[in-house]
């Protein structure tokens, strides 16, 4: 029976299509993918035939490995091994930790190894987080949060955006760094979004505070503040609460936005690069883009809202007038 | 999404089916990521079904003993040979295949893992897309035994 997939199978997937189609396995079957991710997920099998191919290799490869240690469990692999090493290794791991926790006591000994967590995501990748009970974040795609203290008051946003849920059992509050400005919250909810020239932040319950060396200004709910990093300067204008974090179901909605902006959002939940080119839209755009998360369609679906044309380049998309 | 109409059809009336019979543990906190996993395992086990018919009738035709009948879901599956899955389990440290298994098979959050192992959550990630990994390498010469 010549059915279509076998043809198909014939060819191998490139080794990074098979790496993408094992880390959406990781995912969704050995992770906790929320619904958005589900959606991101098929987009990306519909994508190319070659991703349904290695997503079922992925799959049946796991399958195999899953039934193996279901049917040898514990003895054949984990114990012989385990048993020597590991209870020593928990043992040494809690008294290092007690001793971390006593030290760390003491006035101004800081803990030895409280190191960085780093938060990323890969492009078109959606992720949520819950960090702390009481706060979560969002990671859009190609996004890397560091998490900069243990207790995960202090964060900084290297590159993409991010919607932080920080609830009133986080008394404490956050910091976010983002270049050289930082953001001090308590209890709110927030979007951090970095671009090259121009971070935006906005609030759409209870308030933030941003500082850039001596100047601070309050940002409050219902308020988008856009950091022009070149000038140093900060415009606030007014936006509806109720958008914020529509990203994360790929609606993209704008009062008043450059075309800067526009493309960035669209290319980090696409994944593809959009480049401006020859096209001269008017500065300003006001409206809502629905991304179907397909590349082709949702990139003319932007072409023809600005008024310009879309061409395939080895990077991405390369607009045109 | 993957196959033929028809066959998409017959998924989804599976799928159906299925949710209808699993009595799942614990209340579902968000029944949509649940039905798509509850989907996506209906169309792994059909194609795995369907790979083993046509191996099975390939074989009947050359009088082969019946390698692989339907003894259960748990039998391993022919195409990838245990001597593949042991070499792989081998090459895996013992943390990662540890993360592997209670994750995958016992069940447990990222979160628990994490906080069992006392590593971030992030840590559990990497010894998962290792494990992946190192999975999806298994069978580079699956395409060579899919029938033809």
Redesign the interface.
């Known amino acids: 029976m010549a059915s279509k997939d076998t043809d198909m199978a014939n060819q191998r997937p490139s080794d990074a299509i098979m790496k993408r189609a094992a880390e959406w396995r990781a995912k969704l079957h050995a992770g906790e993918a929320l619904a958005g991710e589900w959606a991101a997920f098929t987009d990306w099998m519909d994508g190319a035939p070659e991703h349904a191919v290695a997503y079922d290799i992925v799959s049946e490869n796991e399958s195999a490995f899953v039934d193996y240690l279901e049917q040898y469990p514990e003895e054949t692999v984990e114990e012989e091994v385990t048993k020597p090493r590991w209870q020593p290794w928990a043992i040494a791991a809690s008294v290092a930790l007690l001793l971390i926790t006593s030290v760390a006591l003491l006035p101004g000994v800081l803990p030895s190894n409280d190191e960085p967590v780093r938060l990323a995501t890969g492009s078109a990748e959606l992720r949520q987080i819950e960090i702390a009970s009481d706060l979560n974040v969002t990671l859009n795609g190609e996004t890397e949060l560091v998490q900069a203290s243990r207790d995960a008051s202090e964060f900084e946003l290297i590159d993409g955006e991010v919607l932080f849920a920080v609830g009133p059992e986080y008394s404490s509050g956050i910091r976010v760094v983002v270049g050289d400005l930082t953001i001090v919250d308590r209890g709110t909810v927030f979007n951090v979004s970095k671009g090259s020239s121009e971070y935006r932040i906005s609030v759409s319950e209870g308030a933030v505070e941003l500082s850039h060396g001596e100047q601070v200004i309050t940002l409050q709910a219902g308020q988008i503040g856009t950091f022009d990093v070149k000038a140093g300067s900060l415009e606030v204008a007014r936006f509806d609460p109720a958008t914020i974090g529509r990203w994360t179901e790929r609606r993209l909605e704008y009062t008043r936005a450059s075309i800067d902006q526009v493309l960035l959002d669209a290319s980090r939940s696409l994944g593809v690069s959009i480049d401006k080119g020859s096209c001269s839209p008017p500065a300003d755009f006001v409206g809502t883009i629905q991304l179907s998360g397909s590349a082709d369609e949702d990139v003319s679906l932007i072409a023809d809202l600005l008024g310009c044309t879309a061409q395939t380049s080895p990077d991405g998309w390369v607009f045109a007038s | 999404?993957?196959?033929e109409t028809d066959e998409v059809e017959d998924r989804f009336h599976d799928t159906w089916i299925k949710l209808g019979r699993i009595e799942p543990s614990g209340p579902i906190r968000?029944p949509?990521?649940y039905i798509?996993?509850v989907a996506?395992n209906v169309v792994?086990d059909a194609?795995?079904m369907r790979q083993r018919r046509?191996k099975r009738d390939e074989a009947y035709g050359e009088t082969t003993s019946q390698q692989n009948s339907e003894s259960g879901e748990?039998?391993?599956?022919a195409?990838?040979e245990?001597r593949e899955?042991?070499t792989?389990?081998e090459d895996l440290s013992?943390r990662t295949?540890?993360v592997?298994?209670k994750?995958?098979?016992e069940g447990y959050?990222?979160?628990e893992i994490a906080a069992e192992l006392?590593i971030?959550?992030?840590g559990v990630?990497k010894h998962?897309?290792k494990?992946?990994?190192r999975?999806?390498?298994?069978?580079?010469r699956?395409?060579e035994d899919?029938?033809?």
């Open positions: 999404m993957r196959g968000d949509l990521p798509y996993k996506d792994l194609r795995k046509e748990r039998s391993i599956d195409n990838v245990l899955v042991e792989a389990l013992e295949l540890m592997f298994r994750a995958r098979i959050t990222q979160k006392e971030s959550v992030s990630e998962l897309l494990a992946y990994a999975i999806a390498e298994l069978r580079t699956q395409t899919l029938p033809s």
